[in-house]
């Protein structure tokens, strides 16, 4: 008998199935394993990365609303020294000027500290896309590769570009200058404002 026209029809679809990528990884344990974890940690990084930026955006709320209540406070101060007779005013100057100065303090250690945490987030959200972007490289090598997808170089690499990356963050050097800066202008305006109110009050 000879071959009828269907089975030639129907013999190289199932070749070009089972020679799928996806086809092959499926009869695979070890790729599909692989796969499987990947996946799932690319979920978590997805997740990780969302909560990191809400995590930046209530800290930099925090920071503006510390800027806000610093000069809201600048401005309640000057108010209160203006409303009352410009003698008493003058020798009352020092005590509001001791209270900005102590809450220009409190508050430039407060920017200093949120602006250290802003940074570390930045840090810990810029680690964690690098992550994801590395993941899903290996995840769309792995379906497209099949079984030619070499598991061990490509894992090995895997892990190697991530433990380079973190000694490479470990040795950067933080920059003091930009820590302190918030906190010396705030201290810094809290006694220019004060010491050009002294002089229009009691001169």
């Known amino acids: 008998m000879g071959e009828s ?36 940690e690319e979920d978590l990084v997805l997740r990780r990365i969302s909560i990191k930026e809400l995590q930046l955006t209530a800290i930099r709320r925090d920071i503006t609303f510390l800027y806000c209540s610093f000069f809201s406070l600048h401005s309640f101060l000057l108010l209160l020294l203006l409303a009352g007779d410009s003698s008493s005013s003058c020798k009352r100057s020092w005590v509001p000027c001791i209270c900005s100065l102590a809450c220009s303090a409190a508050i430039g250690w407060a920017v200093m500290y949120k602006t250290d945490v802003e940074k570390h987030n930045e840090m810990l959200l810029e680690r964690e896309k690098e992550d994801g972007v590395l993941l899903m490289k290996c995840v769309n090598e792995l379906k497209k590769k099949g079984l030619e ?21 470990a040795t950067v ?24 109110m002294w002089y229009l009050l009691c001169t």
């Open 149 to 169: 997808f070499d598991l061990l170089k490509e894992v090995d690499a895997l892990r190697r570009a991530k433990s380079l990356r973190g000694g490479t963050r």
């Open 5 to 40: 026209p269907l089975s030639r029809v129907v013999v190289p679809e199932l070749s070009k199935k089972t020679d799928h990528p996806l086809h092959q990884i499926a009869e695979s344990p070890t790729h599909k394993l692989v796969l499987k974890q990947w996946l799932k």
């Open 173 to 196: 050097v933080k920059r003091w200058s930009q820590r302190y800066l918030s906190t010396g202008a705030l201290i810094a305006f809290s006694c220019v404002f004060f010491a050009l």
